[in-house]
């Protein structure tokens, strides 16, 4: 059974309909912005009420954000972890209290990026927030073992979703934006691995209780590099990206 959330309704309403579709045995859309600590709040109080604690807890919500730091607002960089690392707070508190208080154990994702151990010039307070949510689902598994409940933070590499559609650029106008954006939506494109490829990981590291799964070539190259050749990984950082 699958509950979609989403702050678009529409959209929330069209992947539950996919999940029934594809063989889940029912599935709800619900509305909320994860960014919003109330919101959150009542989102877990309906879906407790209507269909019990949840088993398998997914923060999913992102945002992207590129662009050199000394060119980013601190309006931007409030959007990004409100939405990347505050959402994925909330999400884990208001969902994995009620997983302890079950007592029946549970499993919370929270799916970061590469970017969360690869450095970058072009994606300070991206990484930053990723790497957040890489610390932040590390300590809480420390935590949450004892109470057999599981927490796996994901790493996807590039993948094809409509994360580019909304992506901010620091510095920029609104038309050499929608260019960057143009440009990413293409790369993306052209890299061409699908969300449901991270979506199987996602269910393996669930079955598997995994700690961190990098899941694209480049997410587990980068996290290699970070872990044995933390050097290397400072020097890429340097280069500086093509616009």
């Known amino acids: ?61 992102g945002v992207g954000l590129g662009g050199a730091f000394l060119d980013t607002t601190t309006e931007e960089w409030k959007r990004v972890l409100d939405v990347n690392l505050w959402g ?15 007592g029946q154990g549970g499993h919370i994702v929270n799916v970061a990026s590469a970017a969360a151990f690869q450095p970058s010039r072009a994606l300070p307070a991206y990484g930053a927030s990723k790497a957040a949510v890489l610390m932040l689902s590390e300590s809480l598994r420390a935590e949450l073992a ?25 510095g920029t106008d609104a038309e050499e934006e929608r260019r960057r954006r143009r440009k990413a939506a293409r790369l993306y494109g052209l890299r ?21 799964v990098p899941v694209t070539p480049e997410a587990r190259t980068a996290y290699v590099v970070a872990r044995w050749l933390p050097g290397v990984a400072r020097r890429i950082a340097r280069v500086k990206p093509p616009v």
């Not at 029912?26 to 109080?45: F, N, P, S, Y």
């Not at 994995?96 to 208080?101: K, P």
């Open 1 to 61: 059974r699958v509950v979609a959330v989403d702050r678009d309704t529409g959209a929330a309403h069209r992947t539950a309909g996919e999940a029934w579709a594809r063989g889940a045995a029912d599935a709800w859309a619900e509305t909320a912005d994860v960014a919003d600590e109330r919101a959150v709040e009542k989102l877990a109080e309906r879906v407790t009420a209507a269909h019990g604690v949840v088993d398998v807890l997914v923060n999913n919500a």
């Open 88 to 102: 994925v707070i909330h999400g884990c508190l208001q969902f994995g209290r009620r997983m302890a208080e079950r």
């Open 146 to 170: 004892e109470r057999d409940i599981g927490v796996t933070a994901v790493c996807p590499g590039f993948v094809t979703t409509g994360i580019t559609s909304t992506a901010r650029f620091a």
């Open 192 to 212: 061409n691995y699908p969300p449901e490829k991270v979506a199987a990981a996602v269910l393996r590291a669930v079955v598997r209780d995994e700690a961190v």
